[in-house]
C-alpha cells in the first residue's frame, strides 16, 4: 500500500468517491491479475505463517487478507462456513478441516479467476466439502438461514455498499449464527484521491473509521459486537487491521 498522509478534517467517505462500477470493475482487474499471475503482496497486517498443507500453500500464493477469522470463529465439525471474498481459497480450506466430510464450506468471491483457481485448487486436492461460487458480496448467492458462520478477510473494505454486505450476511445466517470479519479499517481521516482507483485496490480508499464500521454491523441487527483483535498497518499510514465478531439474534426479541 502506498503511505497516505492524514488530515484532520473529517468528511463522509464516499462523498466524491468513484461511481460503484469503476470500483468493482478495478478491483476485479486487479485481483484478477492477482489470480494469473500468483504475485499476492506481503501483508504487513497478518499473522497468518505460511502453510504446510498443499492446498493451502498453493492459496495462499495469491491471498491478499489482513486476520485470521478462522481461527477467531471457533468452527465446528459439521457446520456450514461462507467466506465472502473467498479469492484462492486459503480461509476456506483451512475451515474445511474443522467442519469435516459433515459440513460444507461455501466460498464467494466476485473475480472470476479467483474462483476458477481456487475450484481447481480443491479438485487437485480432492476437497468434496469445499465449493466456490461466482457472485458479488452485495448480493450473495447462498439460501437465506443457511450458514452458521459467515468469515471475510480483508474484503469488506473493498464493497462500496458494505452496509448491503452486512444485511446479506445477516440474511443467510440461522439465528444465532456468527460473523467474524478482518478488515482494513481507517484510524483517522485519510486525504486520498478519491479517483484513485488503485488505492482503492490496495484497501486504503475504502475502509471505513473503526466507529462506523461497527455502526453498520449494529444497524444490521447484528448483537454482541466485539472487537477482538487490532494490528496497526505499517503499509499505510492511518490504516488499521482490526478483527470483529457478532451474532446473528436467535430470535426476533433479542
Known amino acids: 500500500m502506498n503511505e497516505m498522509r492524514l488530515t484532520n478534517r473529517r468528511s463522509k467517505p464516499f462523498r466524491t468517491a468513484p461511481d460503484e462500477s469503476s470500483v468493482r470493475k478495478a478491483v476485479r482487474d486487479h485481483y484478477g491479475q492477482l489470480a494469473q499471475t500468483g504475485r499476492a503482496r506481503q501483508s504487513c497486517c ?5 502453510p ?3 492446498a493451502a500453500l498453493e492459496a495462499s500464493q495469491v491471498y491478499a487478507g489482513c486476520g485470521s477469522p478462522v481461527e477467531t470463529a471457533a468452527i465446528r465439525e459439521g457446520e456450514v462456513v461462507v467466506d465472502l471474498g473467498s479469492g484462492g481459497g486459503l480461509d476456506a480450506f483451512k475451515a474445511s478441516k474443522l467442519v469435516g466430510q459433515s459440513g460444507l464450506v461455501i466460498g464467494v468471491d466476485a473475480t472470476p479467476e479467483m474462483v476458477w483457481r481456487a475450484r481447481e485448487t480443491a479438485r487437485k486436492h480432492g476437497f468434496s466439502n469445499v465449493e466456490f461460487r461466482l457472485g458479488e458480496i452485495e448480493h450473495i448467492p447462498v439460501d437465506s438461514n443457511s450458514a452458521d458462520v459467515v468469515i471475510s478477510n480483508c474484503v469488506i473494505n473493498l ?3 458494505k452496509g448491503l454486505v452486512f444485511r446479506e450476511a445477516y440474511r443467510i445466517l ?11 479499517v481507517a484510524e483517522c481521516t485519510l486525504k486520498v484521491d478519491s479517483k484513485d482507483l488503485n488505492a482503492w485496490t490496495e484497501c486504503v480508499a475504502g475502509a471505513l473509521p473503526e466507529d462506523e464500521y461497527i455502526d453498520l454491523i449494529k444497524k444490521t441487527g447484528f448483537v454482541d459486537i466485539e472487537v477482538r483483535g487490532k494490528t496497526q498497518s505499517c503499509c499505510s499510514q492511518g490504516i488499521a487491521s482490526i478483527t470483529v465478531t457478532a451474532t446473528a439474534p436467535k430470535n426476533a426479541e433479542d
Open 46 to 50: 497478518d499473522p497468518t505463517p505460511v
Open 52 to 54: 504446510s498443507d498443499p
Open 174 to 184: 440461522k439465528p444465532g449464527g456468527r460473523l467474524v470479519v478482518s478488515d482494513t
Open 159 to 161: 464493497a462500496p455498499d
